[in-house]
């Protein structure tokens, strides 16, 4: 992947999401991730010293995700909502992860992404 274009993190303002970012970058990948809020993730200096582009997404919206996944030769689908909340489940973190985990696999194949690695926290 590394000479063939840019990869996407997904969720890059995560813990997962922001150290594995780093680390492709480390290996000489040109990486790109998804955030909500990217006056925040700026605002943090996440990515500070890391030449990451930073796009603005939910993993929900295929439409933003596309955008995102403009060129890029592979995906890390690490984005999650990742806390616990008994009222919220179904409709809160479950929902949430399994239809943005759907929206980014089908993102990716409109796009022509030739591999995404999936990962998940429940």
Do not use: W
Not at 47 to 62: K, L, M, S, T, W
Request: glycine residues 12%; charged residues 20%; negative net charge.
């Amino acid at each position: 992947m590394k000479s063939s274009g840019p990869v996407l993190v997904t969720g890059g303002n995560g813990h997962v999401g922001n150290t594995l970012a780093k680390q492709l970058c480390e290996k000489g990948y040109q990486v790109r991730v998804t955030v909500r809020n990217v006056e925040e993730t700026e605002a943090l200096g996440i990515f500070e010293g890391y030449p990451v582009e930073i796009h603005r997404a939910d993993i929900r919206d295929e439409a933003a995700l596309c955008k995102a996944m403009d060129g890029v030769r592979g995906v890390f689908q690490v984005a999650a909502l990742y806390h616990y909340d008994e009222s919220s489940l179904g409709e809160g973190i479950v929902a949430n992860n399994t239809d943005g985990c759907v929206a980014v696999l089908r993102a990716a194949k409109a796009c022509g992404v030739m591999r995404v690695v999936l990962t998940s926290s429940i």
